[in-house]
C-alpha cells in the first residue's frame, strides 16, 4: 500500500526564518501530489498541487513545493514565515492507479513565534 | 452551496448509542470522501463514493460503520454501538472527477464527535 512520510512532527520557528517540511512517498509510479494547511480551529485548505509540468510548484501565501522524482519526495518551503503561518501542514499524494483515493501524511504542526 | 457542509458540527454521545453524520459536497462535484482524523493522528481515509459505481469501502475500521450517499449527492456516515476509540474528527471532501482522473479536493469543517 503506499504511503506517504512526514518526518517532522512539530516544528517551532522564529519569524523570518525560512522553512522546508520534508514529505516522502512509497509509489514509483504516476503520482499527484498535494500540500494541505489546517489553520487552528478551521478546515483543511489546499495549499499547492502538482500534477504535471514543472517540477516547482508555488502555490499561495508565497509557499513552494519541489517534485524530485528520484527521491520520491515533495518537499514544501517557505523562504520567511510569518506568525500567521502557524497552522498543520499535511503532504497527500494521489497514485493515478489507485483510483482517485488520496493518502495523507502524518502532518507535521508549524509554531512560529513572533 | 459554495463548500462542503457538514451537520452536526459537534457531537456528544454516549458509549453504545448509534449517531449518523451528515455531508452535503460541493454541487456538481461526483467524488465523495470521507476521513476521519484522531487526536494527534494525520488522516485516516473511510470511504470513497465517484458517481454511479460501488463505493470504495476499504477504510472501514469495523463493521459498525457505514455511509450511503443518496442520489450522487449528500452522504450519511454511521457508526453504531459507539466506542471511545470512535472519538475524532470526521471530515468528509469532494471533487471533480474528468477522464478519471482526480482534481482538487475540497474539505468541509469536520463534525467533532465525542464518545463518553
Known amino acids: 500500500a503506499q504511503s506517504v512520510s512526514q518526518h517532522n512532527h512539530h516544528v517551532i520557528l522564529s519569524e523570518a526564518a525560512s522553512l522546508e517540511l520534508g514529505c516522502n512517498y512509497s509509489?514509483?509510479?504516476?503520482?499527484?501530489l498535494f500540500w494541505y494547511v489546517q489553520y487552528p480551529g478551521q478546515h483543511l485548505q489546499l495549499l499547492l498541487k502538482y500534477f504535471s509540468g514543472d517540477p516547482l510548484v508555488k502555490g499561495i501565501k508565497g509557499f513552494e513545493a519541489e517534485f524530485i522524482k528520484s527521491k520520491f519526495s515533495f518537499n514544501l518551503r517557505k523562504p520567511s514565515v510569518q506568525w500567521s503561518d502557524t497552522a498543520e501542514y499535511f503532504c497527500?499524494?494521489?497514485?493515478?492507479?489507485?483510483?482517485?483515493?488520496?493518502?495523507f501524511g502524518g502532518g507535521t504542526r508549524l509554531m512560529v513565534k513572533p | 452551496g459554495a463548500g462542503v457542509s457538514q451537520s452536526p458540527s459537534n457531537k456528544v454521545t454516549e458509549k453504545g448509542k448509534d449517531v449518523e453524520l451528515r455531508c452535503d459536497p460541493i454541487s456538481g462535484h461526483t467524488a465523495l470522501y470521507w476521513y476521519r482524523q484522531s487526536l494527534g493522528q494525520g488522516l485516516e481515509f473511510l470511504i470513497y463514493?465517484?458517481?454511479?459505481?460501488?463505493?470504495?469501502k476499504s477504510g472501514l475500521p469495523s463493521d459498525r460503520f457505514s455511509a450511503e450517499r443518496t442520489g450522487g449527492s449528500v452522504s450519511t456516515l454511521t457508526i453504531q454501538r459507539t466506542q471511545q476509540e470512535d472519538s475524532a474528527v470526521y471530515l468528509c471532501?469532494?471533487?471533480?472527477?474528468?477522464?478519471?482522473?482526480?482534481?482538487?479536493?475540497?474539505f468541509g469543517e469536520g463534525s467533532w464527535l465525542t464518545v463518553v
Open positions: 509509489y514509483g509510479g504516476t503520482v499527484n
Open positions: 463514493f465517484q458517481g454511479n459505481s460501488a463505493p470504495d
Open positions: 497527500a499524494v494521489n497514485h493515478n492507479n489507485a483510483g482517485n483515493m488520496l493518502t
Open positions: 471532501a469532494s471533487s471533480l472527477v474528468a477522464g478519471g482522473v482526480i482534481n482538487t479536493i475540497y
